[in-house]
Structure formats: C-alpha cells, structure tokens
C-alpha cells in the first residue's frame, strides 16, 4: 500500500506540476503586468493630482486678482460718487446763489420802475400844467410875442 501511494503521489505531483505549475507561471505574468500598470496609474494619478494642484492654485491667484480688481472698481465708484456730490452740491450753491442774486436785482429793478412810475406821473402832471399854462398863456397872446 505504501507504494501505490507513493505511485499516486508521484503521478498526481507531476499532473499537478504539469497543469498548475504552468498556470500558476502564467499568473505570475500576469500579476507583474498588472503591478507594472498599477504602477503607471499610480504615476498618472500623482502627476493628475500635482496638476489639480497647480490649477487650484492658479484659480485662487485669480480669485485673489479678480477680489483685488472688485475692490479697487468698488473704491473708484465710490470715489467718482464722493466727487459727483461734492460737484451737486457746489452747483446746487451757485444755483441758490444765482436765484437770491436774481431776486435781489428784480427787487432793484422793481423799485426803480415803481421810482420811474412816480416820476413819469410827475412829468405827465407838469406836462398838463405846461400845457393849461401855454393855453392860458396863448388865450392871453404873449405866447405869441415870445
């Protein structure tokens, strides 16, 4: 019995080496291949993660222009405003300037009318007068001889 066992055992370790040996190569192969692509993902994925990277901080080189850009727009808007009201105000003071300016001179136009009336009823007053006294006078006939 011992040595049919023996004769299995040898029959059955060369079957084995015969089928499993080889396959067991193959897998080994294919192992090393697959290692060798791990490896070369690896890579791509460090090289994809340093590009993530480099890109990030670009985005946030211009995240930090744009903010930079804003704020100075923000800081000249505001400054044209400032300069806006200031030239509001200043016109707005001419403008009330000119307005009392203008009604102290109607008021001086308006006293030297009403003056001028006074003065025109006066002359149209003398004028009736000159002219009862030239008819007074021309009743009398000395204009005539004057």
Excluded: C, W
């Amino acid at each position: 019995m011992g040595l049919i066992f023996m004769s299995v055992y040898d029959d059955l370790r060369k079957a084995l080496g015969e089928i499993v040996t080889p396959q067991l190569k193959d897998l080994q192969g294919e192992i090393k291949d697959l290692q060798g692509e791990i490896k070369l993902l690896q890579g791509e994925v460090k090289s994809l993660h340093s590009e993530i990277k480099r890109l990030d901080e670009k985005i946030d080189s211009l995240r930090n222009e744009m903010e930079i850009g804003f704020k100075r727009t923000d800081e000249k808007i505001d400054s044209l405003r400032n300069e806006m009201e200031i030239g509001f105000k200043r016109s707005d003071e001419r403008v009330d300037s000119l307005h009392h300016e203008m009604e102290i001179e109607f008021k001086r136009v308006d006293m030297r009318i009403d003056s001028l009336g006074g003065k025109i009823e006066d002359a149209i007053q003398l004028r009736e007068r000159l002219a009862t006294l030239e008819g007074r006078l021309a009743g009398e006939g000395r204009l005539a001889a004057a």
